[in-house]
């Protein structure tokens, strides 16, 4: 059973680089990292997904150690519309363990 | 907009009831997912589907049942409602299963009275 935390909560100013840690154990070399977002009253949203080491896109970056115990979400210069709930979800087999979330807001 | 339908969007009904939850997924997605969103557990994944047969289960109660059907719509059936299943029911889709980015719908939320 992957358990995976995050923490409750981040402030952050806008234009900054905000970083989100998913803490997870027990998860094996193939299983996969994904990361959402969420806004009240909406279905989470695809950020980014990986399963080693750094991946990119154009919203986001993701890193995930060596170790594997737990990956980064990395966002470049945040904006007001940022402001939202985050989850890690780790793919392990065929059995999917959302985090607990981070509500991250930011600050104009 | 994911492209994922879900109705209704809203449902109120008392406690011992039955009720079931629709989904459409993205055209070409053979792939759908079911989720429980409540305060006190998270978002928790309940059961998988592929072309109409179960993949995966996940922390789903007995009282509850999905299928998929050959046009890959879904359905989530839940009986016997107790007050604790009040939550957002989400269903997720994607074309093959497995990792690959799951596409959410907007969710039914359902209060047991």
């Known amino acids: 059973l992957a358990k995976t935390t995050q923490p409750i909560s981040m402030d952050s100013y806008e234009g900054q680089e905000v970083n989100i840690t998913c803490s997870h154990n027990?998860?094996?070399?193939?299983?996969?990292i994904t990361w959402y977002q969420q806004f009240p009253s909406q279905g989470p949203r695809f950020i980014i997904q990986?399963?080693?080491t750094k991946v990119t896109n154009e919203v986001a970056s993701l890193f995930i150690p060596a170790d594997r115990k737990s990956s980064t979400l990395s966002l470049p210069r945040v904006s007001l519309s940022d402001t939202a709930v985050y989850y890690c979800?780790?793919?392990?087999?065929?059995?999917?363990?959302f985090g607990t979330g981070t509500s991250l807001t930011v600050i104009p | 907009d994911s492209g994922v339908t879900q109705t209704p969007k809203h449902l109120i009904t008392a406690t011992g009831q039955r009720v079931t939850l629709r989904c459409s997924p993205r055209s070409g997605d053979l792939s759908v997912y079911w989720y429980q969103q409540s305060l006190d557990q998270g978002l928790q994944f309940l059961i998988q589907y592929y072309n109409g047969e179960e993949r995966a289960k996940g922390n789903i109660l007995e009282r509850f049942s999905a299928q998929q059907f050959p046009d890959l719509h879904s359905e989530l059936n839940l009986s016997s409602l107790e007050l604790g299943d009040s939550a957002l029911y989400f269903c997720a889709s994607n074309p093959s299963g497995g990792a690959g980015t799951q596409y959410f719908g907007p969710g039914t939320r359902l209060t047991v009275l």
């Open positions: 979800l780790v793919t392990t087999g065929n059995q999917f363990y």
């Open positions: 990986g399963y080693k």
């Open positions: 027990n998860i094996a070399t193939n299983d996969y």
